[in-house]
């Protein structure tokens, strides 16, 4: 089973995979940031990194859990931007 989630934050866009036998991954703007490998059995964290648009780099933390359904938290230096909003 594979599960997808996606978001666009200020021109970049996420996507996060979690897949049950083949484990998690953070793409940026098309590219591999981080990976799990395996089985996750109740949660995981992914990072990455973005620039914006002064050069810096922002930090990406993904959080991915749940008991029955697999939820996703992905946070931009610390601030929640999935799956509360798109900017």
Same mark, same amino acid.
């Given at each position: 089973m594979k599960k997808v989630?996606?978001?666009t934050y200020r021109g970049h866009h996420i996507i996060v995979e979690n897949?049950?036998?083949n484990g998690e991954k953070l793409f940026v703007d098309g590219k591999l940031q981080d990976q799990n490998l395996g089985f996750a059995f109740d949660r995981?964290? $992914?990072r990455g990194v973005i620039t914006?648009?002064?050069g810096a780099h922002q930090n990406i933390k993904v959080s991915l859990g749940g008991a029955i359904t697999v939820?996703?938290?992905i946070f931009i230096d610390n601030e $929640?931007?999935?799956p509360d909003h798109e900017v």
């Open positions: 989630f996606e978001t897949t049950w036998f995981a964290t $992914l914006n648009n002064e939820e996703c938290r $929640l931007i999935y």
